[in-house]
């Protein structure tokens, strides 16, 4: 029998292989996710996400100069809010001289070439742990369309590039762009979470940043009611198109490896820059395996990041970005 068509032909060796990639991981491809906190001179690791730290200003000042340098230009920050400090409102969110603020601030003093993303939500600021204000023990949608359009100005004032709105409230994104317009931050972006699904894979985020919905009476104890049920596809579409004529300038699928299907799909519809949450519970998962000795943790972290980008992210939020940074500069 002849085969006349042999598909190892272009598989013999390194080289053929590599004239024939279709989809090349670069640090050009990572936004780093970042957790800050109050203090001085410290980080705390956090246990559930191993190598990963809650640092105070100072500590991420100095890990945002060695990322640029290791080729990752993008970082998406979060707070760790003091308890104190916490109300309904997320009064502390548009706190000119808040840690977001000021951690803004200091990293585009220091390394004024970083893209600076940070998260627009109420979640770590509420009392409730909830993502928007509480009403009459409902989420109250309107209500925090106004908050987080406030918050976004306040975060463009201290010098983020780009706010990224992971609340899943409706209508947020013209909310934002409108205020963002109004007053005067014509150029900064939104990364809008579009299609956000309701996920156990958040876990270990909530642990790091304390911020799971709190056990109160009457108020719902998950984030159902506004993130996606993952039982459905066709309804990220619909949001994605939302978001897209709102204003967003970059849409975001999350979580990241169990959800491929959508954004090879999202993909498919949309031209706009797609960015793929490489979540937490991801990271943990291939942390603990690697920890046992049962993968090869290098391996599979350029191997999970490249599939992400096979399946059509332009973008890939990880808390993998520095390791595999420094696997792909060697
Ligand atoms: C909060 C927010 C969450 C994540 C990013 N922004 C958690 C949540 O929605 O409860 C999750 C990120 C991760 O798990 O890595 N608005």
């Known amino acids: 029998?002849?085969?006349?068509?042999?598909?190892?032909?272009?598989?013999?060796?390194?080289?053929?292989?590599?004239?024939?990639?279709?989809?090349?991981?670069?640090?050009?491809d990572f936004v780093m996710p970042m957790f800050i906190m109050e203090?001085?001179?410290?980080?705390?690791?956090?246990?559930?996400?191993?190598?990963?730290?809650?640092?105070?200003?100072?500590?991420?000042?100095?890990?945002?100069?060695?990322?640029?340098t290791?080729?990752?230009?993008?970082?998406?920050?979060?707070?760790?809010v003091s308890e104190n400090l916490k109300d309904n409102l997320g009064t502390e969110a548009w706190n000119k001289d808040g840690l977001m603020q000021r951690t803004i601030r200091e990293i585009k003093n220091a390394v004024?070439?970083?893209?600076?993303?940070?998260?627009?939500?109420?979640?770590?600021?509420?009392?409730?742990?909830?993502?928007?204000?509480i009403t009459n023990g409902q989420i109250d949608n309107d209500a925090t369309n106004e908050v987080l359009a406030r918050m976004s100005v306040s975060l463009a004032e201290a010098g983020a590039d780009i706010v990224a709105?992971?609340?899943?409230?409706?209508?947020?994104?013209?909310a934002i762009r409108e205020a963002l317009e109004e007053t005067g931050h014509i150029n900064v972006g939104i990364l809008s979470y579009a299609a956000k699904y309701a996920s156990s894979y958040y876990g270990p985020f909530r642990s790091a940043l304390d911020s799971a919905p709190k056990d109160f009476n009457e108020i719902p104890k998950d984030k159902k009611t506004y993130q996606m049920d993952f039982h459905n596809s066709r309804e990220a579409l619909n949001e994605v198109y939302k978001d897209i004529e709102e204003g967003a300038d970059i849409i975001m699928i999350k979580p990241g490896l169990p959800y491929l299907d959508i954004v090879a799909k999202v993909r498919q519809e949309i031209d706009l820059p797609i960015a793929v949450y490489n979540v937490?519970?991801?990271?943990?998962?291939?942390?603990?395996?690697?920890q046992n000795g049962w993968l090869d943790n290098d391996k599979a972290i350029i191997e999970s990041l490249t599939c992400i980008k096979r399946a059509g992210a332009d973008m890939i939020f990880t808390y993998a970005a520095k390791e595999a940074a420094i696997l792909l500069n060697h």
């Open 1 to 28: 029998m002849i085969i006349f068509s042999r598909n190892r032909r272009l598989r013999t060796n390194e080289s053929i292989r590599s004239l024939v990639r279709e989809t090349v991981l670069t640090t050009n």
């Open 39 to 68: 203090g001085e001179n410290t980080q705390e690791a956090i246990p559930s996400m191993p190598g990963i730290f809650r640092r105070t200003i100072d500590l991420t000042v100095k890990e945002c100069k060695e990322l640029f």
């Open 70 to 80: 290791l080729g990752v230009k993008a970082v998406n920050i979060y707070m760790k």
């Open 112 to 133: 004024p070439e970083m893209i600076i993303m940070p998260d627009v939500a109420l979640d770590p600021y509420s009392i409730y742990g909830h993502d928007g204000i």
């Open 165 to 174: 709105p992971s609340d899943m409230m409706d209508g947020r994104v013209a």
């Open 280 to 290: 937490s519970g991801e990271y943990a998962m291939l942390k603990a395996a690697a």
